[in-house]
């Protein structure tokens, strides 16, 4: 009887657990839509937008420059919903200070910048309102940023500390305007256990919308 009564309280906390991770925006029932646009001082240009269409987790990018975010797991609501997460589905690697697209492009850290040595960092901008400029900028640890709403917008840059970094580009802002302008509440879909370390044969999805 008293295992029986420890294993049900169990159960009972994985639950509510779960239940309050998943009422975290973006939730499993919101699909969300952000830009970004990755600049590379060293170039002084911007690299070309990710092509990967591999969807794991619901966080992902239709080549057009956009972050579609619907989660498909509880793991990757709320807090759990990070730029990390689209690098892996956009098959972007961040190992060690360098960032490695997938088409060879490599943003090392270190590098030399206007005699300065770059650093990998993010600024984040609200898209309602971009003449205000970036709501902040994140140095380092740049895979833990949080996707913290709808119509974000994101520059994901090698340069040094401090340095001007240009806004995402005018056809990325145009691509965030033309998809759903509001946050979308849709029925929840779950395909991933917020446990399961690998996605089995069927767990991949597609935004089949093309949001």
């Known amino acids: 009887m008293a295992v029986v009564l420890v294993l049900g309280l169990l159960l009972v906390t994985y639950s509510r657990s779960q239940r309050d991770v998943s009422a975290l925006a ?48 509880s793991a990757v609501t709320g807090d759990g919903a990070t730029l990390g997460v689209f690098f892996e589905a956009m098959l972007v690697d961040l190992d060690d200070g360098q960032l490695n697209l997938p088409d060879g492009t490599e943003l090392k850290e270190g590098t030399m910048c206007g005699g300065e040595e770059a650093v990998l960092q993010v600024v984040r901008y609200n898209a309602n309102d971009m003449a205000a400029g970036p709501v902040e900028t994140v140095v380092g640890d740049i895979d833990d940023v949080i996707l913290e709403g709808n119509r974000e917008a994101f520059v994901i840059a090698l340069a040094p500390v401090g340095a001007e970094i240009p806004p995402p580009t005018a056809e990325v802002m145009a691509n965030l305007d033309g998809a759903s302008p509001q946050r979308i509440s849709e029925a929840p879909n779950t395909i991933v256990p917020a446990d399961l370390g690998e996605i089995e044969d069927g767990d991949e999805s597609e935004d089949t919308e093309g949001e």
């Open 26 to 73: 973006p939730t499993l029932r919101d699909h969300w839509h952000s830009a970004y646009s990755i600049w590379d001082c060293e170039s002084e240009d911007y690299a070309s937008v990710l092509t990967s269409d591999f969807d794991p987790r619901g966080i992902h990018s239709h080549q057009d420059g956009l972050l579609h975010i619907h989660p498909f797991s």
